[in-house]
């Protein structure tokens, strides 16, 4: 079994920062990639940044040049630093692999449970 455990949510003020943690546990034996998604009220979830094992990134537009991923692949784990927070920003944040089991040949795809991130004007 696999398990991403998400940490680092809470309230700020806007402009402020935050960071947010996700562990991924289980038999892995290849991540392929590891990312943070948000999911603001009535809004559909969208992908907030992303890392691959080879170590490229992808982030959406929104947040270009004020939040930063990092991976720590030797730990499977996966920081969000979110700096500059707007109002916007406001959501639960769910952690998400890409990675193969022990007893799997394919890629399997995993979220967190999510953790909440409000920002206060």
């Known amino acids: 079994q696999v398990q991403l455990v998400e940490s680092g949510g809470g309230l700020v003020q806007a402009g402020g920062s935050l960071t947010l943690s996700c562990a991924a546990s289980?038999?892995?034996?290849?991540?392929?990639?590891m990312g943070w998604y948000r999911e603001a009220s009535g809004k559909q979830r969208e992908l907030v940044a992303r890392?691959?094992?080879?170590?490229?990134?992808n982030y959406a537009e929104s947040v270009k040049g004020r939040f930063t991923i990092s991976r720590d692949s030797s730990r499977n784990t996966v920081s969000l630093q979110m700096n500059s927070l707007k109002p916007e920003d406001t959501g639960v944040y769910y952690c998400?692999?890409?990675?193969?089991?022990?007893?799997?040949?394919?890629?399997?795809?995993?979220w967190g449970q999510g953790t909440q991130v409000t920002v206060s004007a």
């Open positions: 998400h692999a890409n990675l193969i089991t022990v007893l799997a040949t394919y890629m399997g795809s995993y």
């Open positions: 289980g038999r892995i034996v290849s991540m392929n990639s």
């Open positions: 890392v691959t094992s080879a170590g490229s990134t």
